[in-house]
């Protein structure tokens, strides 16, 4: 896969999910990218989430988008999730051990809370975008695949980029057409990746 993105719901009793990743992963399709929503990321151990990540990362993987939207601390015993203004520890540690394992691969956030979170904790991240990322997430793309390494910011926190406006806008929220694909929807379609 060339965009792997993790994302998460609001709580395992009332299920709301966050259109962005899937919206990025249909856009980027469109585009030529091929790419893989993994959900309910906030249920799993730093294990299970990179084993899973681990059977869509190919040579051609460019990097991975965190969402946002719904971090929170997932209590196991109380099944009760605590919306928070820091990344959750196990996405973390998570990053640590693809980017120990996969230094090429970029790590990207996005979604709701990044520009609720502490500048500092913005540093394991290569890039954060902010707002609607159609068009600037596939800038970022497109000079990566390009080979490019820096990614151009007039902003920056935690000492990397973060990007609120794309240079061009391409993508018309009027004349989308999006539809989920089906391997993003559940778990259950981890065990056969699409490569």
């Known amino acids: 896969m060339d965009v792997i993105f993790w994302t998460c719901v609001h709580s395992p009793t009332f299920i709301f999910r966050a259109i962005g990743p899937y919206q990025l992963a249909w856009w980027?399709?469109?585009?030529?990218?091929?790419?893989?929503?993994?959900?309910m990321i906030h249920t799993m151990t730093v294990d299970e989430l990179v084993s899973y990540t681990e059977k869509?990362?190919?040579?051609?993987?460019?990097?991975?988008g965190v969402s946002s939207t719904f971090f929170s601390?997932?209590?196991?015993?109380?099944?009760?999730?605590h919306w928070v203004r820091q990344i959750p520890r196990m996405y973390v540690e998570?990053?640590?051990v693809i980017k120990e394992r996969y230094p090429n691969i970029k790590i990207v956030l996005g979604g709701g809370?990044?520009?609720?979170?502490?500048p500092e904790e913005l540093s394991?991240?290569?890039?954060?975008?902010?707002g609607e990322a159609e068009d600037s997430f596939l800038e970022v793309l497109e000079e990566w695949r390009k080979g490019r390494k820096f990614i151009f910011s007039a902003e920056t926190k935690g000492g990397k980029p973060y990007i609120t406006t794309a240079k061009e806008k391409h993508f018309n929220i009027?004349?989308?057409?999006?539809?989920?694909?089906e391997q993003d929807l559940s778990l259950i379609h981890i065990s056969e990746p699409t490569r």
């Open 28 to 39: 980027l399709r469109t585009k030529g990218y091929n790419c893989q929503v993994i959900d």
């Open 56 to 64: 869509f990362i190919t040579g051609n993987t460019l990097c991975i």
């Open 73 to 81: 601390n997932f209590n196991s015993k109380t099944k009760q999730n």
């Open 94 to 96: 998570a990053i640590k």
């Open 113 to 118: 809370l990044c520009d609720l979170l502490y």
């Open 124 to 130: 394991i991240f290569d890039v954060t975008i902010m």
């Open 174 to 181: 009027e004349e989308c057409s999006h539809k989920f694909a």
